[in-house]
């Protein structure tokens, strides 16, 4: 029987950005849930071999696609909520490594940041709220 999780990981793509866009804000914002949720990634892999493979998440993870303005009311429920969160901004496809990333979103109020993805872990009704009437990413 599969476990029933009590938390939610959810992350939420634009969906007019090119597949790699996607592909990479994925993979971007996931990293700050993984890095600041203790006990959300797992012991690492071992084949049969005796080869050693990285950790993954302990649950699983569910990608959701949103229009710009889907994504703006994403974000304001999530702040509302003080769920801590993962961003990725326009501006970021731009930047060249984390100074000037961080710097990027720093200089954009909440409400004007150009969001493209964003990723976040709390309690799987507080999620659904959050994602509501959003569709998973096909």
Do not use: C
Not at 5 to 18: G, H, N, S
Not at 23 to 44: I, K, R
Not at 72 to 96: C, D, N, Q, S
Not at 116 to 133: E, F, N, P, S
């Amino acid at each position: 029987m599969a476990p029933v999780w009590d938390t939610k990981i959810a992350v939420v793509v634009r969906e007019d950005l090119a597949v790699w866009q996607k592909l990479n804000v994925t993979a971007f914002v996931v990293s700050g849930v993984a890095a600041t949720v203790d006990g959300v990634v797992g012991e690492n892999y071992r084949d049969a071999t005796g080869n050693e493979y990285l950790p993954m998440f302990r649950q699983p993870v569910l990608v959701f696609a949103a229009s710009a303005d889907q994504l703006t009311k994403v974000h304001e429920r999530a702040l509302t909520r003080e769920v801590p969160m993962a961003v990725y901004t326009e501006e970021l496809f731009a930047t060249g490594h984390d100074d000037d990333n961080r710097a990027a979103v720093a200089a954009v109020e909440a409400e004007k940041l150009t969001l493209v993805g964003l990723a976040l872990r709390a309690d799987r009704r507080i999620v659904d709220k959050i994602v509501k009437g959003l569709a998973l990413h096909p």
